[in-house]
């Protein structure tokens, strides 16, 4: 993919993203219609409505890039292009009226289509794939971040870098727990020893926003032990060109991956996730 496609393909997304955000704003306040749900975790009608809307629009100018999706995996998994798409990301927030959630799109090239490494780390025997946008939009805030690789993080069309905090003891940072009963009492521990070292934990609810939020410097570092890549895709790309680091690595589940990302200055204090 050229310059002047990825230009086209970012426009293309940021367009879609708002589309599918005001389509998210509008219902915060209505009656949801649940598709599934689990103790820890829920999908709504909407998420699907708005996968599928996002679909349908990248599609009208990029017809041959299919599309993986927490909502359907639309022949996307061994593509050389892909879109990587949450439509929800904080689906659970959503559904409880929480306006903490937002879109999340990425456009991914696997490697060695042009010669970009491999930047987003893959199981043995899959392909691995590098990230050449990100957007994340927040409708709540009207916060729309965005980048391409090798350019600059931008929020609301401005550049944004990370914080330059550099030890544990000044730093907020959010943690999330996987969903299943024995990650979580494994992550309790990690949450134990971080909690003693940091200035203050948050949980937020939104994986996007999370690594957005580092991206910005509003948080200083972002953990989880189990997330998906429609997660962490866009987000993790924005990281980076912010200045951060985002450290990821497969979970031996298919898409999942444990993670740190950071300023970068706090990253050599903080454990891996195990």
Known sequence: MNQAELQRALEASVSVAREAGALIRRNLRSAKTVKSAT??????????????LIERRLRRVFRE???LGEEGDHSGRD??????VDPIDGTVNFAYGI??????????ERAGQSGRPDRLARPAGQP?????LGVVYD??????????????????????????????????????????RSNLER????????????????????????????????????IER???????????????????????????????????????????FLPVPK
Request: proline share 4%; with cysteine; charged share 20%.
């Open 39 to 52: 103790s820890h975790d829920i999908k709504l009608e909407l998420d699907v409505r708005c996968q599928q």
């Open 65 to 67: 890039i299919p599309l």
């Open 79 to 84: 593509a050389a292009l892909r879109w990587v």
């Open 99 to 108: 306006p903490h959630a937002c879109v999340s799109i990425a456009l991914q």
């Open 128 to 132: 691995a794939y590098a990230t050449l």
């Open 139 to 180: 409708p709540f805030q009207d916060e729309l971040w965005t980048a391409l690789r090798g350019g600059r993080a931008l929020l609301n069309g401005r550049p944004v870098r990370v914080s330059t905090r550099a030890t544990l003891a000044e730093a907020i940072v959010s943690i999330g727990f996987a969903k299943s």
């Open 187 to 222: 992550a309790l521990p990690y949450f134990i020893w971080l909690a003693r070292r940091v200035r203050k934990i948050r949980m937020l609810g939104s994986a996007a926003l999370g690594l957005t939020y580092v991206a910005t410097g509003r948080l200083d570092a972002y």
């Open 226 to 268: 189990g997330i998906s890549l429609w997660d962490i895709a866009a987000g993790g790309l924005i990281l980076e060109c912010a200045g951060g680091v985002f450290w990821h690595e497969p979970t031996g589940r298919r898409l999942r991956y444990r993670m740190i990302a950071s300023n970068g200055r706090l990253h050599k």
